[in-house]
Structures are given as C-alpha cells and as structure tokens.
C-alpha cells in the first residue's frame, strides 16, 4: 500500500500538468489551423495524447484531416513537448459558443457573400489562385 501512495502523487501531477499544457496550447487553435478552419472547428477535449475536435460538417472535418500531421507537429511545437499530442478526432458535432476573437472582427467586415463560402468555393478559389501563380 506504501507503495502506491508514494507512486500516485506523482503520476497524477504529470497528468494534471499534461492536461493544463495541453489545454494551454488548445486555447490557440486559431493559430494553429487560421482563422477560417478554426471558425469552423473547436477543439473540445484531451484526453491521454488525443485532442477531440468538434467540426462544422464533413467537409471541414475531412478538410482538417488532410492536415492532420501538419496540426499535430505545430501543437507540438507550441507545447514544446513533442510526445504531448499523439493524435486528433474529427466530429462533426454543434460547436459551442466561443468569445469573439480578432479574426471573428476581420470576418464581420466581409461581405455577405464572403461570409457564406462552402468548402467548395475555397477550394475553387484555391486552384484559381494556384493556376495564376502557376501557370503551365
């Protein structure tokens, strides 16, 4: 029983220091994915390495797993811990009510139409951009 009580404390410190890193590092999702996935998407737990992201619809979801090793390096990089984050879940779930943050000011100042892109006008915009730049 000694034992037990000597080990405990211990492990629940790392894991209570762990999951406030880890909660630290959520609060910037923003920064980790930019302002138009995060307007979409929200991280809503961790749990043991895995970060639970509630996502607007499948098409934001699947859009955030291409990127998936791209979101876990740069979680990483900002925890400065590179074992903290070992893997991410999309769902598409309700997205809870966040507070306004500075991108949520820039989006009020587009237009209505702007407000309203689907995943496909991006993506078209997107490839017109890329043909521009690259025109072969």
Not at 48 to 69: D, N
Request: hydrophobic share 40%; with cysteine; glycine share 6%.
């Amino acid at each position: 029983m000694r034992k037990v009580q000597k080990i405990l404390p211990a492990a629940l410190d790392s894991e209570l220091i762990s999951l406030g890193k880890a909660n630290s590092v959520m609060r910037r999702w923003e920064e980790v994915v930019g302002a138009t996935l995060a307007s979409r998407s929200c991280p809503d737990r961790y749990d043991r390495g895995v970060i639970w992201v509630a996502v607007e619809g499948s098409a934001w979801a699947q859009e955030l797993r291409l990127m998936k090793h791209k979101i876990l390096s740069k979680l990483s990089e900002f925890a400065g811990h590179p074992g903290l984050f070992t893997d991410i879940r999309f769902g598409v779930r309700k997205l809870p009510v966040r507070e306004e943050s500075p991108s949520a000011k820039v989006a009020e100042e587009r237009t209505p139409a702007e407000k309203e892109l689907s995943i496909t006008d991006i993506a078209k915009r997107r490839l017109e951009n890329w043909r521009d730049v690259n025109p072969n």
